[in-house]
């Protein structure tokens, strides 16, 4: 389960069906699902009734913090219609010429790395998919060193956060043997990449057609206020870990 968990739902799904109940870990009761109409009922019609799980609040909220990603209710609502201002048709075309510059640069580097042997088109994607949405929200400025950087970090952190749900009953020992504070000391890592990002912008008080831009000059709704420094990493790299990794698998397929 650990190294392949979809081939493991995978096969209980040919035995039970498109919706059945599977204990991670023997442990946490879960219900899965492959039923459109299902998910649709949960995730769109009837999304009021129901909670973000413990496996998105908790296991994912100790290494990303609380934002739009792990968060619902109130708290979710507002992030939802603050973080959506940054999606407009007019802001989208603002970050269409950046976008369409990192395309060329990969599309080159690409087609030449081909010419020379078999590549895996999933790790190329996540490359492609992780400067787009990277230069997206940071910008031109942003190294692609710097990009890579947290994208590993981001990959260790979610295979560990998945041993934690597939193996509940390690939890425990995760925390007495340093495990949790290893990976915690990588996400520290990844969150000052950010932070430099955030703070240098705020001091030179530039303007860029980015989100980080976007998110610094937009107040809240209702409240009129900022988001802080500590909530803008949150938020900015939730939406790296979000749009990296659907996209990639998305383009692979």
């Not at 899965?32 to 909220?61: C, E, T, W």
């Not at 010419?115 to 492609?128: G, N, W």
């Not at 980015?210 to 802080?228: C, R």
Request: glycine share 6%; charged share 25%; aromatic share 10%.
């Amino acid at each position: 389960m650990v190294q392949n968990p979809i081939e493991v739902i995978e096969a209980y799904r040919r035995k039970l069906g498109p919706t059945f109940t599977f204990y991670f870990g023997g442990m946490r009761r879960t219900i899965i699902s492959a039923d459109p109409a299902f998910i649709k009922h949960v995730l769109q019609d009837n999304q009021a009734n129901y909670h973000k799980s413990d496996i998105q609040v908790k296991r994912m909220g100790e290494f990303q913090g609380q934002g739009l990603l792990n968060s619902h209710g109130d708290h979710w609502l507002r992030q939802r219609r603050f973080l959506s201002m940054g999606f407009t048709r007019s802001r989208l075309r603002e970050l269409w010429p950046l976008q369409c510059e990192v395309l060329q640069h990969f599309m080159a580097a690409f087609a030449v790395a081909a010419e020379k042997q078999p590549l895996d088109i999933r790790e190329q994607m996540v490359t492609f998919t992780l400067r787009t949405v990277g230069k997206s929200l940071f910008g031109r400025s942003m190294l692609d060193s710097e990009l890579e950087k947290l994208g590993d970090a981001i990959s260790k952190i979610q295979a560990f956060i998945v041993r934690q749900i597939v193996q509940p009953y390690k939890i425990t020992w995760y925390r007495l043997s340093g495990q949790t504070e290893r990976f915690q000391e990588i996400r520290r890592e990844a969150d000052q990449i950010v932070r430099d990002y955030v703070q240098l912008r705020r001091q030179r008080g530039e303007s860029a057609a980015d989100l980080l831009q976007q998110i610094i000059d937009t107040p809240q709704a209702g409240s009129g206020e900022y988001l802080d420094d500590e909530q803008t990493i949150v938020e900015l790299l939730q939406l790296l870990v979000a749009g990296n990794e659907t996209s990639s698998n998305s383009l692979s397929w």
